[in-house]
């Protein structure tokens, strides 16, 4: 894969960079899990006087030939190689290595994510830091996950009655992700807590990935995208209530059936 040649010449450059303090790689070739289809992620954290002269988009070029060099809205360069492969680049200062111990997990071995290492600082940082996400486990979090699932699904109700229907398939987008965090929750399938819909078609009931994609059948989209979140968020949130013995917010569970529930039809009976 034209990934792996990437990598190495990341690597090389690092290596050969005396500039270059540190550097790590992140993402799912740090975790093993990388194919044709996965981008090249690197965090570079340069000495000062190194980082003034850098200019991203010569330095991504000279990784590989570049289509286009762009800083997204996160303050990351993205490089598109040819392919189109994505090709992640934070650039820092040596300073900034101290603010990966900030990061919610490390998500891989250290070995594997460590590129440059020159003075030690950041390999005690990556490993202090957890394999894994903190997965909420207590019947608070996990009621704030569920709330803010209906948060963003009544926000998307009402500006669709508004007319704002562009802005209700927003909000029905981070519906979708909290569902498929709600999913992972009650499935127990958490490995991919961090972007939930990885491997979502494998890791999670086919009917749960069926309502978080957007339906292609007839109709009002909105309503019926709705309709099937609130279903299958539904069943999955009664699951985590009754995992922890909790009632449930019955009055907004009654308002929600009644909202979302097409004309001529029962809603569903709480349980």
Do not use: K
């Not at 704030?144 to 398939?169: I, K, P, T, Y």
Request: net charge negative.
């Amino acid at each position: 894969m034209i990934q792996h040649e990437l990598i190495d010449r990341v690597r090389q450059m690092c290596r050969a960079d005396e500039g270059v303090e540190a550097a790590l790689m992140y993402g799912s070739f740090a975790a093993g899990e990388g194919d044709a289809y996965s981008d090249v992620e690197f965090w570079l954290f340069f000495r000062s006087e190194r980082l003034a002269e850098v200019d991203p988009a010569a330095w991504c070029a000279a990784v590989a030939p570049v289509n286009l060099v762009v800083r997204n809205e996160f303050g990351t360069h993205v490089a598109f190689f040819p392919g189109p492969v994505r090709g992640e680049f934070h650039f820092a200062g040596a300073g900034d290595i101290g603010s990966v111990a900030q990061w919610p997990a490390r998500g891989a071995a250290v070995e594997r994510m460590v590129v440059v290492d020159r003075r030690g600082l950041l390999a005690p940082v990556l490993a202090a830091l957890p394999d894994r996400p903190d997965i909420p486990a207590d019947p608070e979090r996990t009621a704030d996950l569920c709330g803010r699932f209906a948060n963003w699904l009544v926000l998307a109700l009402h500006v669709a009655a508004r007319g704002e229907h562009l802005r209700a398939q927003d909000a029905l987008g981070h519906a979708a992700r909290h569902l498929l965090w709600m999913a992972r929750l009650a499935e127990h399938s958490t490995a991919h807590w961090l972007t939930p819909s990885r491997a979502a078609e494998a890791e999670l009931p086919a009917a749960t990935v069926a309502a978080a994609g957007w339906p292609t059948s007839p109709g009002d989209p909105v309503a019926g995208y709705a309709r099937a979140l609130w279903q299958a968020g539904r069943a999955h949130w009664q699951t985590l209530l009754t995992r922890h013995g909790t009632p449930p917010p019955t009055a907004l569970f009654r308002e929600l059936d009644a909202l979302i529930t097409p004309p001529g039809l029962t809603p569903d009976v709480l349980p």
